[in-house]
């Protein structure tokens, strides 16, 4: 892994995000003191990386290789990023699987320092984008029961209320004479 062309990365992410060293260091949960260590190829972390990675948006096969796109906005999909600069062959539905394990297994075997940890950051990304996916599907649903639930109690109050309104009207349609407050004398 070429340590002085990720520092260059990072430097130049830093300058992109037009953030003070200090700011810059705190959305990635370091000291500006490792960011400028990090800028000089020096005492990389992983963490690191994958922290600026995702607080930026940041393609890691550019940050390692400079290759494509510098920001994932600029990517339509990481699977054409990785297929297209990977030269990965499509997946086939019938046997994904067995595919991508076979993938990953080409790959670490080689040792490429840089393409494995180029995996294992996006692995970690995609991780965590299913956790927060099913976090939000989570909260949809249970949005959606308190909704039923809401609109549930909303027609049960309506109902109360006409039969209140019913039971104060009297059947006659005029008001009890307790209400309008003349009975009894």
């Known amino acids: 892994m070429n340590l002085k062309i990720i520092g260059d990365g990072i430097r130049e992410i830093w300058q992109d995000s037009r953030l003070e060293q200090k700011d810059f260091a705190d959305r ?10 990090n800028m000089a190829g020096k005492g990389i972390k992983m963490q690191t990386i994958v922290n600026m990675c995702e607080e930026f948006k940041v393609s890691t096969l550019w940050l390692y290789k400079r290759i494509g796109p510098k920001y994932e906005k600029d990517i339509p999909l990481v699977r ?18 067995i595919q991508v394990i076979g993938q990953l297994k080409e790959v670490f075997d080689s040792k490429d320092q840089i393409f494995i940890t180029a995996i294992q950051t996006n ?14 599907k989570e909260l949809r649903f249970k949005n959606k029961e308190l909704s039923d639930k809401i609109e549930s109690l909303e027609k049960r109050l309506a109902l109360l209320e006409k039969k209140l309104s019913s039971d104060i009207q009297g059947e ?12 009894g004398m």
């Not at 990635?28 to 260590?37: L, S």
């Not at 692995?123 to 299913?130: G, P, Q, T, V």
């Open 172 to 183: 006659d349609g005029d008001p009890p004479k307790e209400a309008t407050g003349t009975g």
């Open 28 to 37: 990635i949960g370091v000291h500006a003191q490792t960011i400028q260590r």
């Open 80 to 97: 054409e990023e990785l297929a297209q600069y990977t030269s990965l062959a499509p997946i086939n539905k019938d046997n994904d699987f």
């Open 123 to 136: 692995l970690y990304s995609f991780s965590r984008a299913i956790r927060r996916e099913q976090e939000v």
